[in-house]
């Protein structure tokens, strides 16, 4: 077995731990999964993993392609078993996210949402510069109330300056809004998709159990892992272009 063969191996070997071979029941797989379905076992679709991994591994050399040009990513995942990993792994990578609910018109009709967004911020600022003093306590209290609440919607698209290059969604039938504004705006989108969803407007489809947690961690993980390479070789690139510095010269006792 040579080392290719090995590493490919123990990935399988990994997502199989993980649980992503699991899909639903056969009547509720759409017809355009079939080709990613290996068998069924006790009444659950299983997934072939040989084919989860190429999937993965296009996915995974567009998103390193979109970090290393400095591109930006809007991760999205509302469902409960998504939420905390999608904000966690965004804000790692400072991207921005929606963890609660898709706001409608985020992608087609962003210049409004921008404003609301801008809003938010100077809210906040306002509060924490302590221009909130200048006001009734029943103005503060509205004020704080709006706060919290906008902070629920908008609170992880602080940083959406303009359109994302790509979307990265989980289940993307839970969040077929999001996904039909991205398609509307021409936005590619990576999803983990179970064996109920349909991947005609997915542009990188990861097939795989898109409803256990220990699934949606490894995939987003190793989404992160290849958006992190891709920084890593603009950093090289960059530093490639301007040249190395010219180390100073020490000078020793014995120059003097």
């Not at 299983?46 to 930006?72: H, M, P, Q, R, Y």
């Not at 602080?158 to 504004?181: C, M, Q």
């Not at 947690?213 to 603009?234: D, P, Q, R, T």
Request: glycine share 6%.
């Amino acid at each position: 077995m040579n080392e290719t063969t090995g590493k490919t191996e123990d990935f399988l070997k990994e997502m199989f731990q993980k649980g992503m071979h699991l899909g639903y029941s056969p009547t509720s797989r759409h017809p355009k999964m079939k080709p990613f379905i290996f068998s069924v076992k006790s009444g659950v679709e299983i997934f072939d993993l040989e084919k989860t991994k190429i999937c993965l591994d296009a996915a995974k050399s567009f998103v390193k392609n979109l970090a290393k040009s400095g591109k930006t990513i809007l991760f999205v995942g509302t469902k409960k078993e998504a939420k905390q990993e999608v904000e966690k792994l965004a804000k790692e990578l400072s991207m921005p996210y929606v963890r609660e609910r898709w706001v409608g018109g985020t992608l087609t009709n962003f210049k409004e949402i921008k404003n609301r967004i801008n809003y938010f911020i100077d809210l906040k600022t306002k509060k924490k510069s302590g221009e909130f003093e200048k006001y009734t306590k029943k103005e503060r209290l509205q004020m704080e109330r709006k706060i919290k609440k906008m902070e629920r919607y908008l609170g992880g698209l602080e940083n959406l300056n303009d359109y994302p290059t790509a979307l990265i969604v989980v289940d993307p039938k839970h969040e077929k809004i999001s996904v039909g504004e991205a398609v509307n705006k021409n936005i590619p989108v990576v999803a983990l998709i179970n064996s109920d969803c349909d991947p005609s407007n997915i542009d990188y489809p990861v097939p795989a159990n898109d409803s256990s947690l220990s699934s949606i961690v490894y995939f987003l993980s190793e989404l992160a892992k290849a958006f992190k390479e891709g920084v890593e070789m603009k950093k090289i690139e960059i530093t490639e272009v301007k040249g190395q510095e010219p180390q100073e010269t020490k000078t020793t006792i014995e120059d003097k």
